[in-house]
Structure formats: structure tokens, C-alpha cells
């Protein structure tokens, strides 16, 4: 019953006599150390011992741990019908969600991933977690850059979703003139860090098409050619039409 508790819900248990009391907290420590050392290693599979309420933590906290940094959250959740099992796995999953967000703000705020996760690279778990949801957001953001006409299909409130669609709204905030119209659009920390990195970084090549146009109308297309998304070439000639019109 502590193996139970020590991951998952406290139930209202009675504990009679000092027997009852001791074997209580044995088994709670014995899964609460199996899910520490989760997250110090989750790939340490000898650990994974279904025999012991230790082992069983333990592969439910690494089982989840190691779904959120291969983009598969809730696959293993059932994989043992045990609830030292389970327990440890629904607190590791959202635990992993949270290590993943936090990487995937981290990208929108301009972190050095490496730089990052040496402030934490005793806990193996959230190294990895930390990695995913940065990458995923390094890549969405990419995506917007590319094309950032497809939100509706980037509802699902992944990281990836969340970041594409800051970063989406914010590009083309400029070029409907309407800044800052979605910023809030969702609460995610992830969202918002990619729409403010999309809105500074379109920002500049709008700034950059104006002076263009008043100081050396020439050199439009070059400068255009010199952009490798599209988003880079819609706000200079956001910038560059707006400055022409006066």
C-alpha cells in the first residue's frame, strides 16, 4: 500500500499496528527511491524489476520518461497492471511533459540547449524530456518560417503544435498588420516565447524592406534572394510595400 501511495494519490488507509505501519513505509520508500532513480537513469532496464515494488516504480517513472522524449506520451501507461506501476508512470509523465515544455520555451527564449542542461545533467530524465521539447520546438519554428498558412492543422497542443502556431500567428500578425493580435491566443509558455521570437525576428526585416526602399530601392532583389524562409521574404516586403505606400 505505501509502494501505491508513494507515487500516486494518498488513500485513507488504516494502519492498525506497528507491523502494518512499518511494512506501510518500507514499501513507500522502496518506490519512491525506484522512481528517483528514474530520473537519475531512465534507461538502466536491470533496475526494471518487476518483483520489487523498487523495480516496478522505477519502470513505470522510466517507461514514461522515455515516451515523452520519443513523442509517444501515454504508450506504455498500461504495459504492467500494477499500480506502483501505474502511479509511477502518470507522476513521470507529467513531470516529462513539464521538463519537455520547458525546453520548448527554451528555444523561443534564445537558451543554448547545451548551456541548459548542464544546470541539470545529474537527472538523466529531464535531459532527455528537456532535449525533445526544444528540438520539437526548433523544428516547428522552422515549419512556421517555411509556411505559416497551416494552423488549423496544429490544434493538438503538443509542444510542436503550440510553438509552429506562436510562431505562425506572429508572422502573419505582420503582414495583416495586426501585431500583437495573437499573442495571447494561447497560454502555453511555449506559444508565447515563439510568437515574441517570430514578431522580433520579422520585426527586423520589416524594418529592414522600409530602409530598403528609402535608401537603396535597387537592391530589393537581392536582398530578397538572400532569404532562405518565407517568412523572412513576407515581412521585408511588408516593411518595403508599407514604406512605399508613405
Given at each position: 500500500d505505501g509502494a501505491i501511495d508513494a507515487n500516486g494519490p494518498k488513500q485513507g488507509r488504516q494502519l492498525n499496528t506497528n507491523v502494518d505501519k512499518q511494512a506501510y513505509q518500507v514499501g513507500f520508500n522502496d518506490a519512491t527511491n525506484g522512481y528517483a532513480e528514474a530520473q537519475g537513469n531512465p534507461d538502466d532496464k536491470s533496475r526494471a524489476d518487476q518483483t520489487t515494488n523498487a523495480g516496478l516504480a522505477y519502470a513505470g517513472a522510466s517507461a514514461a520518461f522515455n515516451d515523452v522524449a520519443e513523442g509517444k506520451p501515454g504508450e506504455h501507461a498500461q504495459t504492467i497492471a500494477d499500480f506502483v506501476y501505474q502511479n509511477a508512470y502518470s507522476k513521470a509523465l507529467s513531470e516529462g511533459k513539464a521538463n519537455a515544455n520547458q525546453g520548448a520555451t527554451a528555444f523561443g527564449q534564445g537558451h543554448t540547449l547545451s548551456d541548459d542542461t548542464k544546470q541539470f545533467a545529474s537527472s538523466g530524465a529531464k535531459v532527455k524530456d528537456y532535449t525533445k521539447g526544444y528540438n520539437d520546438a526548433q523544428t516547428a519554428f522552422a515549419a512556421a518560417q517555411s509556411d505559416a498558412s497551416q494552423i488549423d492543422q496544429h490544434k493538438s497542443e503538443s509542444d510542436f503544435d503550440e510553438v509552429y502556431s506562436g510562431a505562425a500567428n506572429a508572422f502573419n500578425d505582420i503582414s495583416n498588420h495586426t501585431i500583437g493580435q495573437h499573442r495571447n491566443a494561447s497560454s502555453n509558455p511555449?506559444?508565447?516565447?515563439?510568437?515574441?521570437?517570430?514578431?522580433?525576428?520579422?520585426?527586423?526585416?520589416?524594418?529592414?524592406?522600409?530602409?530598403?526602399?528609402?535608401?537603396?530601392?535597387?537592391?530589393?532583389?537581392?536582398?530578397?534572394?538572400?532569404?532562405?524562409?518565407?517568412?523572412?521574404?513576407?515581412?521585408?516586403?511588408?516593411?518595403?510595400?508599407?514604406?512605399?505606400k508613405g
Open positions: 511555449a506559444y508565447v516565447a515563439a510568437y515574441d521570437k517570430a514578431l522580433t525576428s520579422g520585426q527586423s526585416n520589416t524594418q529592414d524592406g522600409a530602409l530598403t526602399y528609402l535608401t537603396d530601392i535597387q537592391d530589393y532583389d537581392k536582398k530578397m534572394d538572400s532569404f532562405t524562409t518565407q517568412a523572412e521574404k513576407n515581412s521585408f516586403a511588408t516593411g518595403f510595400n508599407d514604406a512605399k
